[in-house]
T-cell receptor, first 113, second 114 residues
Framework: DAGVIQSPRHEVTEMGQEVTLRCKPI?????LFWYRQTMMRGLELLIY????????DSGMPEDRFSAKMPNASFSTLKIQPSEPRDSAVYFC???????????FGEGSRLTVL | AQSVTQLGSHVSVSEGALVLLRCNYS??????LFWYVQYPNQGLQLLLK??????LVKGINGFEAEFKKSETSFHLTKPSAHMSDAAEYFC????????????FGGGTRLMVKP
């Protein structure tokens, strides 16, 4: 398997623009997670899905952030409008049921100017 | 709420020396505990996990960790450091029954000197 695939790997945008990050989980994994990593706050869980249904979105910072999982092989994290404080590396991870192991993508590095 | 604390954001050892990375957890119920490693510009990879079976857990690349309930600790060790071990290491605790909703510690960057 190719692993968790994220795109884009790098994104530079201006404040106020919409940003969409994409994730393809490993086939057969029924959990999908979005994490954000910054120097100041470390790794933060934003939201996770089980069988395409959002289970816990308490980590989503504000209404500017939204995530969807329209099918088992695709998820998006959208920021609209973006702000400089959203600059971070965003990781997607998937997990099969009941193993406790997360498989991470290589991350999307977002810079908002 | 369950959480983990990693003592020391940076640890430096010489090649061949013992590696000890510290992690203490806070949990009201028996936890699932994990160590992940992150190499530069990559995602995290699982090193090992504790799920209430054996208290001494062996992982990949010669790492192991011991669950000590009396000390609420889950320290990561490796007898002999290799240059390729230089990376950031994260301790994590799970929150859900599936064991995969994780809260990560702040991370410890391991530097290995030749």
């Amino acid at each position: 398997d190719a692993g968790v695939i994220q795109s884009p790997r790098h994104e530079v945008t201006e404040m106020g623009q919409e940003v969409t990050l994409r994730c393809k989980p490993i086939s057969g994994h029924d959990y999908l997670f979005w994490y954000r990593q910054t120097m100041m706050r470390g790794l933060e869980l934003l939201i996770y899905f089980n069988n395409n249904v959002p289970i816990d979105d308490s980590g989503m910072p504000e209404d500017r952030f939204s995530a969807k999982m329209p099918n088992a092989s695709f998820s998006t994290l959208k920021i609209q409008p973006s702000e400089p404080r959203d600059s971070a590396v965003y990781f997607c991870a998937s997990s099969p049921s009941a193993t406790g192991e997360l498989f991470f993508g290589e991350g999307s590095r977002l810079t908002v100017l | 709420a369950q959480s983990v604390t990693q003592l020391g954001s940076h640890v430096s050892v010489s090649e061949g020396a013992l590696v000890l990375l510290r992690c203490n957890y806070s949990s009201s119920v028996p936890p699932y505990l994990f160590w992940y490693v992150q190499y530069p510009n990559q995602g995290l990879q699982l090193l090992l996990k504790y799920t209430s079976a054996a208290t001494l857990v062996k992982g990949i690349n010669g790492f192991e960790a011991e669950f000590k309930k009396s000390e609420t600790s889950f320290h990561l060790t490796k007898p002999s450091a290799h240059m390729s071990d230089a990376a950031e290491y994260f301790c994590a605790v799970s929150h859900n029954n599936a064991g995969n909703m994780l809260t990560f510690g702040g991370g410890t960057r391991l530097m290995v000197k030749p």
